[in-house]
């Protein structure tokens, strides 16, 4: 299906080749959006052109305007400065958006781009340590970008990867068995793990002997001694089975999950076959790949002691990942201050001769008000604690308001407005920057939050409860926000393409913002009941078309709507 506004476009393009004395390639015809919607609502900037006809771009704007005649979708064409400025006919754009708004209902918005095989990797915890506040940025943004790249043909595989081993786990191991050895177990076994992580990190840090003892656990372990193990794979299961809570809480599914642990071996034979083949080359008793030639510096591979590291397994995953799902692309939503590891990893891979297609898309970290997070400091809020305090603060609000209702709704509706919050927030902001998360922000009805966006569609959904559609003739709506709300419709899935070219589903985010903000200038100031005949109809059906739009885009940031707030 070719979107309305698409197709407008297409032909606009078509009007300016004809137009155009001397061929050149369309694709470079730029189409935007003027700075005001009283300049019109299709902009072609005629700098390219300049080029091509050697004319100046204003000079061009007015030749174009003088050769283009209105016709069904175009009311006017105008010349401002260097831009050909085109104003729609408000029914011919009102029929086609509603109509397929209509039509399509919950696939509007899904396109076409490409039919490729990816593989999208994130949320990466590590067991034996807490799941905060800030891990829930990575899996928000993947499972958005998993939405995303699904809307628009992708074959996406969503595919997490957590680490059970490495030197964390020989830590926590360490403390576990010398500090509390014989100690009874609390319910909360995953946030157990995690204050034992991080005063085993503390008691490291002030010790040599204590660092020598942990790093002794660690070695064990990869020899396969059978007590660590042992005792490995029980505490392994209760971080295993924490995260399975959390990410049913949040709504998360992956296809498959890999562990270091599985990788582990096989990485330290890609190691030892590096080494045969001078790929790799022994430093101070360790194992490195030299990047220098590069500007990426020496790749540590194999510690001194024999030891794994992250690359020896990551070595192992990225030839796992192609072999087992026979992907085209290997994507990786990780902290931007992993940045130049992965840079390394990716040429080590390429320096070797796997020379497959891997990207990372990078986020930067959430904070606290006093600063960064981080486990080994024990300076975490739990996700569960930090989601719990969230719904008990809805709860009580909500049950003010609607004192009639049920404790099973309150809580339903409060959950609904507490993951709409979380996740909305994090998803708002570009993955460059970084979120310094605000509750009383994050959970206003208004303002560019979750709640907000939420309580529009709650909104729209009273006023569908009062009346009903009637016909489809939407020649009606030509009131000034009623064409800027069609318009918006129309330009849903620029949005999409935007946050999928950019991995930014802030775009969508803001997108829905900008909706919710239009829609709430309708109501403000145009009457919906009021209205007669197949003016009342029509605008009946933009305003379910809103919904329907606003609804679409929220499930591409993984979040649920309610029918009433």
């Known amino acids: ?117 990816i593989m999208i990797e994130f949320s990466q915890p590590n067991t034996h340590k807490e799941f905060h506040v800030g891990h829930v940025r990575n899996v928000v943004l993947g499972q958005s970008l998993v939405n995303l790249y699904n809307d628009v043909g992708y074959n996406v595989i969503p595919v997490n990867y957590i680490g059970d081993i490495g030197s964390h786990v020989a830590k926590c191991l360490w403390a576990l068995k010398k500090f509390h050895g014989g100690e009874k177990v609390p319910e909360d076994k995953a946030k157990y793990l995690g204050e034992v992580y991080a005063e085993a990190s503390a008691k490291a840090e002030k010790s040599e002997k204590n660092k020598k003892e942990a790093a002794k656990v660690q070695k064990d372990l990869e020899d396969g001694d059978k007590e660590w ?41 890609m190691v030892k076959k590096l080494l045969a083949d001078k ?24 510690k001194t002691d024999g030891s794994s590291l992250y690359s020896t397994k ?5 030839e796992l990942k192609f072999e087992k799902f026979k992907i085209d692309e290997s994507m990786i939503v990780i902290d931007n201050r992993q940045g130049f590891y992965f840079r390394q990893l990716f040429k080590a891979l390429e320096v070797i001769g796997f020379k497959k297609k891997m990207t990372t898309i990078l986020y930067d970290f959430v904070t606290l008000k006093d600063g960064a997070m981080a486990s080994r400091k024990g300076n975490v809020i739990l996700f569960n604690d930090f989601y719990n305090d969230l719904t008990d603060t809805v709860k009580k609000e909500t049950k003010e308001r609607h004192e009639d209702w049920s404790s099973n709704k309150i809580e339903i509706v409060a959950k609904g407005i507490a993951m709409a919050a979380i996740k909305f927030n994090m998803l708002k902001i570009g993955n460059d920057n970084v ?16 709640p907000y966006v939420l309580y529009t569609v709650s909104r729209i959904n009273s006023i569908l409860k009062k009346v009903k559609v009637k016909g489809s003739n939407y020649d009606q709506l030509v009131e000034g926000i009623e064409k800027e709300i069609i318009m918006k419709m129309a330009s849903f899935t620029e949005a999409i393409k935007l946050a999928v070219k950019s991995n930014q589903p802030s775009e969508v985010a803001k997108y829905l913002f900008e909706l919710s903000k239009l829609f709430a200038s309708f109501y403000q100031n145009i009457s919906i009941i009021d209205s007669e005949g197949d003016l009342k109809s029509a605008r009946v059906a933009m305003v379910e078309s809103v919904r329907t739009v606003l609804i679409n885009g929220l499930k591409l940031l993984g979040i649920e709507t309610l029918d009433e707030m």
């Open 435 to 450: 979120i310094v998360f605000d509750t009383k922000e994050a959970l206003s009805f208004e303002g560019f939050s979750g």
């Open 314 to 318: 990551d070595l192992a995953l990225a």
């Open 1 to 117: 299906m070719q979107y309305t506004l698409d197709k407008i476009k297409d032909d606009i393009k078509e009007l300016i080749v004809q137009a155009v004395d001397g061929d050149f390639e369309v694709e470079k015809l730029e189409i935007t959006a003027p700075p005001t919607s009283e300049m019109g609502d299709i902009a072609v900037p005629c700098f390219y052109l300049a080029k091509l006809l050697k004319k100046a771009p204003n000079t061009i704007a007015s030749e174009l305007k003088e050769k283009i005649a209105p016709n069904d979708y175009i009311s006017e064409v105008k010349s401002e400065g260097p831009y050909l400025n085109f104003v729609l006919n408000s029914g011919y754009l009102a029929n086609g958006v509603l109509s397929q708004v209509k039509k399509s209902g919950d696939s509007y918005g899904e396109l076409e781009l490409s039919n490729s095989k």
């Open 229 to 269: 193990n042992k005792l490995w794979r029980k505490t392994r299961k209760w971080s295993l089975d924490g995260f399975d809570k959390i990410y049913k809480t949040l709504g998360i599914k992956f296809d498959h999950i890999f562990y270091e642990s599985e990788v582990e071996k096989p990485g330290k034979e």
């Open 279 to 302: 790929v790799a080359e022994k430093s101070q008793g360790a194992v490195i790949i030299d990047l220098d030639e590069y500007d990426l510096k020496q790749l540590l591979l194999l």
